[in-house]
C-alpha cells in the first residue's frame, strides 16, 4: 500500500513574533483602484467587487529570489494591500469586519497578462494567470487593522512603476470583507489581496521588484535569469 502525502500548511511570519500565520485561503479583489480599472479597460464607478482566488502554497516571503515564471512572455507586478483575518463568518456586516482582522501586510499580485487576455477573449477561467506557482509574494503579517489611507507603491530596479494611496480604494477593506462573505464562509487564515493602484506592468528576467505601504518593511523579490 502506498503511503499517505504528508502535507504542511504555509504560512507567514508575523511581525515581532517567532509564531507564525497559517495560510488557508487566499481571495483578491479586482480592480479595486479608479485609475487601474480605467487601465484595465474597466468601469471605476463602484461596480460590485469581483474575485477570484490563489492557492495557499503560491505564497512567497520577504526576500526570495524567484524563478522566472514558465508560459508568459508578459509577467505583470500588481502591489496590493493584503488583509489577515482572524475570525470568519457569514453575512458579515460592514461594521463588524474589522474585528475579523488579525492583521495587514503588503503583497504582490504577479499576473501572467498575456495568458489573461486570452482567458479573457475566450470567456474562460483565469486561473493559470493569477494562480501559478508563486504568484503571492508578501511581506511579514503585522498584527493590528490597517490604516483607511497611506501611501502604496512599487518600483523595479529603483524605478517607481506604481504609487497611489490606501484612501483611494473603490471598496474599503470592511466593505470587501462583508461582501466577500456573501459569496464564501470566511475563516481564521484566510488572505484577502484588496487590489492595485494604476501603473502595473512588466517584469523582465533578473530584476529586483520591491513594495512597499507605509508603516510597514519593504517588500523585496528578484527574479533570476
Known amino acids: 500500500m502506498l503511503d499517505l502525502p504528508r502535507l504542511s500548511v504555509p504560512t507567514l511570519p ?9 495560510v488557508r485561503r487566499i481571495f483578491c479583489v479586482g480592480q ?13 464607478d463602484r461596480a460590485p467587487p469581483f474575485f477570484f482566488t ?34 470568519g463568518g457569514t453575512d458579515i456586516a460592514v461594521e463588524d469586519a474589522p474585528a475579523l482582522i488579525y492583521g495587514w501586510a503588503v503583497g504582490i499580485d504577479l499576473t501572467r497578462r498575456d495568458m489573461q487576455a486570452v482567458a479573457k477573449k475566450a470567456g474562460r477561467p483565469w486561473d493559470m494567470a493569477k494562480g501559478f506557482d508563486r504568484s503571492a509574494p508578501i511581506g511579514p503579517i ?24 490606501l484612501a483611494d480604494m473603490i471598496w474599503s477593506v470592511p466593505e470587501i470583507i462583508a461582501n466577500l462573505s456573501t459569496y464564501v464562509e470566511l475563516a481564521p487564515g484566510d488572505l484577502i489581496f484588496t487590489g492595485t493602484p494604476a501603473g502595473v506592468g512588466p517584469i523582465a528576467p533578473g530584476q529586483a ?11 523585496d523579490i528578484a527574479f533570476q535569469n
Open 14 to 22: 508575523i511581525d515581532g513574533s517567532a509564531d507564525r500565520f497559517p
Open 32 to 44: 479595486n483602484y479608479a485609475e487601474h480599472a480605467r487601465e484595465m479597460g474597466g468601469d471605476p
Open 54 to 87: 490563489k492557492p495557499a502554497d503560491a505564497v512567497v516571503e520577504n526576500g526570495a529570489s524567484l524563478p522566472f515564471p514558465s508560459r508568459t512572455q508578459d509577467l505583470h507586478h500588481e502591489v496590493e494591500l493584503v488583509v489577515a483575518l482572524g475570525a
Open 142 to 165: 503585522h498584527p493590528g487593522t490597517p490604516p483607511a489611507s497611506g501611501a502604496i507603491a512599487l518600483s523595479i530596479d529603483g524605478d517607481p512603476r506604481q504609487s497611489g494611496d
Open 209 to 219: 521588484v520591491q513594495a512597499t505601504i507605509a508603516g510597514l518593511p519593504p517588500l
